[in-house]
């Protein structure tokens, strides 16, 4: 191997070591992955490709037209149901995973990845809520207000302030999700679906 | 006309209060959904089992 090598070089030959295609792409599973509760995990991304399709789509038209329109009412609605099944396959997700010990052999950064998921998920969640622009939004971000003034939060995060809770749900925290569900998803991928703990020891 | 499937929500939520405990009905109802599936996921046979089984498995 050449000893100079440019950074380039370096970040593929340390991609192709790290992140090989047999291990990204399977196609094959072991066989205790034929089971209902490791379905959730994907269940759960599918919600979340649902989401930012329907977000994506309010975004450019508008509160105006999601309450007032008859397909904004639908896409509002979508919205609403992605983000409910979201958040069930997620925790039914954390719940085998977390009975399973799914941090065991080497995939403590997945767990926590998938913490870190979850509590973005709540943030960006909330947000959403408090820009719903109706009378639920109003209640939920003048009573939040409080809360987050009480925890010092206030002074970098006002719930009454709706465009600065407009640009975290639509811009900033979809981009910081995703990338952590990127992350935990290659995660996975390199080190493997969990086994059960009879199959897996440890 | 109000649908028959649409869900008046123009009142406030009814809660369920155990001693110091108190929920909403409807966040009551979502957690038992989400217990009731995934005890269902433990237990229901995932179908084309034997198709998954691969070579190398230690099953």
């Avoid at chain 1, 309010?58 to 919205?79: F, I, K, R």
């Avoid at chain 1, 958040?87 to 080497?106: D, E, I, T, Y």
């Avoid at chain 1, 998921?117 to 820009?131: D, E, K, L, N, V």
């Amino acid at each position: 191997m050449s000893e100079k090598i440019s950074w380039t070089g370096r970040v593929r030959s340390a991609t192709l070591e790290k992140f090989e295609p047999e291990d990204l792409l399977p196609d094959h599973q072991p066989a205790y992955v034929a089971s209902w509760i490791y379905v959730f995990g994907v269940a759960t991304l599918a919600a979340f490709v649902m989401l930012i399709a329907s977000g994506l789509y309010l975004t450019l038209e508008g509160p105006a037209w999601w309450h007032t329109s008859s397909v904004g009412h639908y896409v509002n609605s979508v919205h609403l149901w992605s983000v409910e099944l979201f958040f069930v396959f997620m925790v039914v997700h954390l719940w085998g995973k977390f009975w399973m010990a799914a941090w065991r052999g080497r995939r403590l950064a997945t767990w926590i990845t998938g913490c870190l998921a979850f509590f973005t998920s709540i943030i960006t969640g909330f947000t959403g809520y408090i820009i719903q622009s109706n009378f639920d939004s109003q209640w939920i971000s003048t009573q939040a207000k409080d809360g987050f003034n009480a925890m010092g939060i206030g002074a970098f995060f006002n719930t009454l302030n709706t465009g600065q809770a407009i640009l975290l749900h639509v811009s900033l925290l979809p981009l910081v999700l995703g990338a952590i569900v990127v992350w935990h998803v290659i995660l996975v991928r390199r080190r493997g679906v969990v086994p059960p703990i009879e199959v897996g020891g440890e | 006309m109000r649908n028959f499937l649409e869900i008046s929500l123009n009142h406030p939520a009814h809660y369920i209060t155990f001693g110091p405990f108190s929920v909403s009905a409807g966040n009551l109802s979502i957690i038992i959904a989400m217990m009731v599936i995934f005890t269902l996921a433990l237990f229901m046979p995932f179908p084309n089992h034997e198709d998954h089984k691969v070579k190398g498995s230690k099953k």
